[in-house]
């Protein structure tokens, strides 16, 4: 089972005073994730203002700092709409990855269904040697990927629940995989939380043998709901979980 880190997330630097936003912060904490148990990361690269970015300059210093830190481990980055709101532009920005070297473009990268124009956008990953993360928020997004040609291509499928009450985020959880496993789609799942519903929905994903998701863009508590110092500590919380411990 793969255990991601997701880094930071579209947080702000204020919530929380080790969120890494910097290249140097995240090629830190990648390489701390890594010695506690992380097997890929996932990252929201920010611009020099701060703010998160698709521009293709920003996407590769912000993964040739964690190539460098942690080389051989995958490394992935977001395209959320809310980056960018206006697709063609958005479109243009991802499209233009596929100019950077090896050492400077994602690996893989999270596309959400649940957002207009989707479809372009993993075309344009796809295009570009980018594996795709499939973002399955809601039970309407299923039928949106299995009408989509190219879904068999996909690297992974993200089942990413929404409630942060963690019985609610679980049954999601449930949900979200009986339908997916009711298709012939054959890519391995991901199944993860947020908030309130993260580490419920890490023990879930455990118990039923998926990938998981843990790090400061989900949730800034470990399991006990103390504020967790990290994203290292948070993955060394998820190996212990793992374990049993």
């Known amino acids: 089972m793969l255990l991601k880190v997701c880094l930071n997330g579209a947080r702000a630097a204020t919530d929380h005073p080790r969120l890494p ?29 701060g703010g998160e970015s698709l521009d293709a300059a920003d996407i590769g210093v912000a993964v040739s700092a964690i190539r460098h830190a942690c080389p051989g ?14 697709l063609t532009a958005r479109h243009a920005r991802v499209a233009s990855w596929k100019a950077l070297s090896a050492e400077t473009r994602p690996d893989f990268a999270s ?26 928020w809601f039970p309407e997004d299923v039928p949106r990927l299995t009408a989509w040609p190219r879904a068999a291509e996909c690297l992974r499928i993200l089942v990413e629940t929404q409630s942060s009450q963690p019985e609610a985020a679980c049954q999601e959880a449930r949900t979200l995989v009986d339908l997916l496993r009711a298709t012939r789609l054959t890519p391995p799942l991901l199944v993860h939380g947020s908030e309130g519903g993260a580490w419920a929905v890490l023990g879930w994903a455990r118990r039923h043998g998926f990938d998981m998701r843990i790090g400061l863009e989900d949730t800034l508590t470990l399991p006990d709901d103390q504020r967790a ?15 049993g411990q």
Do not use: Q, Y
Not at 75 to 83: E, L, P, R
Not at 116 to 126: K, M, N, T
């Open 21 to 49: 936003i910097l290249p140097e912060a995240l090629a830190r904490d990648a390489a701390a994730c890594h010695a506690a148990g992380a097997g890929a990361f996932h990252v929201h690269p920010r611009a020099a203002h």
């Open 73 to 86: 481990v995958p490394v992935g980055v977001s395209t959320g709409a809310w980056i960018a709101p206006e």
């Open 229 to 243: 110092e990290d994203n290292a500590a948070l993955v060394a919380a998820a190996v212990r979980s793992l374990r």
């Open 111 to 136: 596309v959400n269904l649940s957002e207009p124009g989707w479809e372009s956008i993993a075309d344009a990953l796809l295009d570009a040697g980018i594996g795709v993360e499939a973002g399955v």
